[in-house]
């Protein structure tokens, strides 16, 4: 059998909404959280569908187990994979994501099963790119693990295990 072209297993279920708090308070109503919130964020060096792109978003980030779980809110009208979803009238189940060790290998190995990048970032230095379709979502994400990103979602994990309930968002800017 030849090798999937994505590094199991699916690490994150992403839902873009339209009211992040709201949404925050409800997943924390049933035992989700805390949630670590990045508020507004210009999501610079993007490109949406090959063309540059700068949409401004809110994202969430919670576990429930070794499940992560974003909730993503676009603020504007700049051209994204979150903003082509909003309006043709959707909002919640937007992507599935991998974590990858070796991000260009596996973008090879994406792009030659068929997949097609929509979205392509690299804030921080860490890359990521959202293709179309997939099994289980609109879109298929594949982000770079590196030192950094495994240990932000290693302590909202870990955090995730222990939480009492108390402080359910927890802002980082």
């Known amino acids: 059998m030849d ?3 994505f590094p199991g297993p699916i690490r994150q279920f992403a839902y873009v909404v339209t009211d992040i708090d709201e949404s925050m308070s409800r997943w924390a109503s049933v035992g989700v959280g805390p949630w670590f919130v990045m508020r507004s964020m210009p999501m610079t060096g993007t490109t949406y569908r090959g063309k540059f792109s700068e949409p401004i978003i809110t994202m969430a980030l919670s576990n429930s187990g070794d499940m992560q779980i974003e909730l993503i809110q676009q603020h504007n009208n700049a051209p994204s994979i979150y903003r082509e979803f ?9 992507h599935v994501a991998y974590w990858s060790e070796d991000f260009d290998e596996t973008m090879a190995r994406v792009a030659a099963a068929g997949y097609r990048t929509a979205q392509f970032g690299q804030p921080a230095g860490t890359s990521f790119a959202y ?4 099994p289980a979502a609109e879109f298929v994400e594949v982000m770079q693990l590196s030192e950094m990103t495994r240990g932000f979602m290693d302590h909202i994990r870990d955090t995730a295990a222990t939480w009492d309930g108390n402080e359910p968002i927890r802002n980082l800017g």
């Open 3 to 5: 090798q999937l072209p």
């Open 86 to 94: 909003l309006d043709v009238g959707r909002s919640g189940m937007h």
């Open 131 to 134: 293709v179309d379709g997939g």
